[in-house]
């Protein structure tokens, strides 16, 4: 069973940037799939933020336009999330997914993001 | 984008009533839907993947049927354990979409 465990700030200054990893365990990325991330803010849906192949590969959604990188490590099995020019309304849990782009049965238990002065 | 409706909002229903959860596209593909149900304090959990195929462990009075603009998750026989929110999401097409949800309550 792949294993993810996100990790990061709990809280971000309005204007900064996010910077979020995803740990995988029991599964090398290197041999395959799409890890993605995927947030929902306090009290709503789900939206999906992008993903992107172990080869490197990526789809994002546009309405984070130029904001949002995504990136694979296979050295330390990593994926990471970074999102710029932050506002209050990316205050959101954000969760790391697999094993697809398209559809998603692997997930972290979430990391809570707080943007605030 | 394609935009995802669900309906009802919020749905009541006795232990061991069938209930019908609907799910609505912006336009038309046939079978790129998953459901999920996420309860309190968890990430969602896959139910259904490409419109009506169970993903593992998931107990068979899930279903999901539907093609088009029209898809629905059906729960023959609803037990205290299947309340939760519950979300359809396409993926026929980027930017991956989710429905807004619909709460599953006991009455």
């Known amino acids: 069973q792949v294993h993810l465990q996100e990790s990061g700030p709990g809280l971000v200054k309005p204007s900064e940037t996010l910077s979020l990893t995803c740990s995988v365990s029991?599964?090398?990325?290197?041999?395959?799939?799409?890890w993605g991330w995927i947030r929902q803010s306090p009290g709503q849906g789900l939206e999906w933020i992008g993903s992107i192949y172990h080869r490197g590969t990526t789809y994002l959604n546009p309405s984070f336009q130029s904001r949002v990188s995504l990136a694979v490590d296979t050295s330390r099995n990593q994926i990471s999330l970074r999102l710029t020019s932050l506002t209050a309304a990316d205050t959101a849990k954000y969760y790391c997914v697999a094993p697809s782009g398209s559809y998603w049965n692997y997930w972290g238990q979430g990391i809570l993001v707080t943007v605030s002065s | 984008e394609i935009v995802m409706t669900q309906s009802p909002a919020t749905l009541s229903a006795s232990p061991g009533e069938r209930v019908t959860l609907s799910c609505r596209a912006s336009q038309s593909f046939r079978s790129n839907l998953a459901w999920y149900q996420q309860k309190p304090g968890q990430p969602p959990r896959l139910l259904i993947y490409?419109?009506?195929s169970r993903a593992t462990g998931i107990p068979a009075r899930f279903s999901g049927s539907g093609s088009g603009t029209a898809f629905t998750l059906t729960i023959s026989s609803l037990q205290s354990e299947d309340v939760a929110i519950y979300y359809c999401q396409q993926y026929y097409d980027w930017p991956r979409t989710f429905g807004p949800g619909t709460k599953v309550e006991i009455k």
């Open positions: 490409a419109a009506s």
């Open positions: 029991n599964y090398s990325i290197s041999s395959g799939y799409y």
